[in-house]
């Protein structure tokens, strides 16, 4: 993937990241995978910053995710709502 291509799907991913939420039908591990598969040795510095902005989204995502599901009360059958 050369500088462009990759600034293309950085920017690809910070519209997405922009409007995803721990709600949605496409999983957040999902997304950790495709930042994960970005060829890191050929990243300019800039877009490694922006990369870096991205997983922090992600894992600000996955922590309110998980507070909210530790907080859901039990259904009688034992189950999370």
């Known amino acids: 993937m050369n500088y462009q291509e990759l600034d293309k799907e950085i920017a690809h991913l910070e519209r997405v990241?922009?409007?995803i939420s721990s709600n949605d039908?496409?999983?957040l591990s999902y997304w950790h995978n495709r930042l994960?598969?970005?060829p890191r040795p050929t990243l300019m510095p800039t877009q490694r910053?922006?990369?870096a902005r991205l997983?922090?989204?992600l894992r600000?995502?996955?922590e309110a995710d998980e507070a909210?599901?530790?907080e859901a009360p039990l259904r009688p059958t034992g189950t999370r709502w």
């Open 60 to 62: 600000s995502l996955n």
């Open 68 to 70: 909210s599901f530790a």
């Open 17 to 19: 990241f922009g409007m």
């Open 49 to 51: 910053e922006r990369i």
């Open 25 to 27: 039908r496409i999983p």
């Open 36 to 38: 994960r598969n970005l």
């Open 55 to 57: 997983e922090e989204t």
